[in-house]
Nanobody, 123 residues
Framework: QVQLVESGGGSVKAGDSLRLSCAAS????????MGWFRQAPGKEREFVAV????????YYADSVKGRFTISRDNAKNMLYLQMSSLRPEDTGVYYC????????????????WGQGTQVTVSS
């Protein structure tokens, strides 16, 4: 299993940018699909982005498409989420996740989770 630790969250203003990082430990990181999810207060955890093990395939939630970019560095066991043009509705706890079972859009399908990092966007 992959162990995950997120970092890079913070409080920013609308329109700002932020880059989240997810450090992974475990020999299997380079072979598994990785995803980012977020959870706003009082709401369910929702899919943000996913990237295949070799970075050839990425998908994004419609709400972040064109503003967020997911990437990974398998040599460093790192996953990233570059967030631009941030909006107040992007506020929430962001989680990285590893190795989905069947449906990469469903958080419950992932085998490993980080503890999350808070992103707060003020207007």
């Amino acid at each position: 299993q992959v162990q995950l630790v997120e970092s890079g969250g913070g409080s920013v203003k609308a329109g700002d940018s932020l880059r989240l990082s997810c450090a992974a430990s475990g020999r299997t990181f380079s072979t598994v699909t990785m995803g980012w999810f977020r959870q706003a207060p009082g709401k369910e955890r929702e899919f943000v982005a996913v990237i295949s093990w070799g970075s050839k395939v990425t998908y994004y939630a419609d709400s972040v498409k064109g503003r967020f970019t997911i990437s990974r560095d398998n040599a460093k066991n790192m996953l990233y989420l570059q967030m631009s043009s941030l909006r107040p509705e992007d506020t929430g706890v962001y989680y990285c996740a590893a190795d989905p079972d069947s449906d990469w859009r469903q958080w419950a399908d992932y085998a490993s989770w980080g503890q999350g990092t808070q992103v707060t966007v003020s207007s």
